[in-house]
């Protein structure tokens, strides 16, 4: 969306609504922001749980390369003695 967009979507907003109603955390359910609600929870949640899913999975994975490299040094140090 670019900017445009951006500014016709805001006053669609302030046009629509009452002083009172804006700023509700209602209005995310309305039909107006709806879809806009729901993409950016399943954006948020889908970057959220692949951070941690990676943070997770990287000290897996260095420590299977550290065990693997630690295995090699000591038989590299064993054939130099």
Excluded: C
């Excluded at 002083?19 to 949640?45: A, E, I, N």
């Excluded at 943070?55 to 630690?70: G, P």
Aim: proline share 1%; net charge positive; aromatic share 12%.
């Amino acid at each position: 969306m670019g900017l445009g967009g951006w500014l016709s979507l805001v006053r669609h907003a302030f046009r629509s609504f009452s002083q009172d109603q804006r700023g509700h955390p209602k209005l995310l359910f309305s039909r107006s922001y709806l879809r806009t609600t729901l993409q950016l929870w399943v954006l948020w949640f889908g970057t959220a749980l692949t951070y941690y899913g990676m943070v997770l999975a990287s000290a897996e994975i260095l420590q299977l390369h550290n065990a693997k490299t630690a295995g090699k040094n000591v038989h590299r140090v064993l054939l130099h003695i």
